[in-house]
């Protein structure tokens, strides 16, 4: 059974840094694409990063240059470093993996299997 549990999370004021972290078990961690979605209040849950198998990356527009998503496969563990934070960055953030192995970088949820608890992550202005 899949399982990701993440951590990182907290209270940050506009302009910080913040790292989140997703352990995984369950399975070789290093066949399947790890991604980071999030979700505030009252707005659907949005793509933020994504990184294959082989490390290739993808970033919402609204992240691009602010964001970095990495993984460290004998670790089991995928990370997302947050920098200069802004308040609409403001959201739970889940970590997901696919369910099976894929040659393409996804970005909507429905192509992810297995999700986090999710981490809340408040950003003040």
């Known amino acids: 059974q899949v399982q990701l549990v993440e951590s990182g999370g907290g209270l940050v004021q506009a302009g910080g840094s913040l790292r989140l972290s997703c352990a995984a078990s369950?399975?070789?961690?290093?066949?399947?694409?790890m991604a980071w979605f999030r979700q505030a209040p009252g707005k659907e849950r949005e793509f933020v990063a994504a990184?294959?198998?082989?490390?290739?990356?993808n970033y919402a527009d609204s992240v691009m240059g602010r964001f970095i998503i990495s993984r460290v496969n004998v670790k089991s563990t995928a990370y997302l470093q947050m920098n200069n934070l802004k308040p609409e960055d403001t959201a739970v953030y889940y970590c997901?993996?696919?369910?099976?192995?894929?040659?393409?970088?996804?970005?909507?949820?429905?192509?992810?299997?297995?999700w986090g608890q999710g981490t809340q992550v408040t950003v003040s202005s």
């Open positions: 997901t993996t696919v369910r099976v192995a894929t040659t393409v970088i996804h970005t909507t949820p429905d192509k992810y299997g297995y």
């Open positions: 369950g399975r070789t961690f290093s066949y399947y694409d």
């Open positions: 990184i294959s198998w082989n490390t290739n990356t």
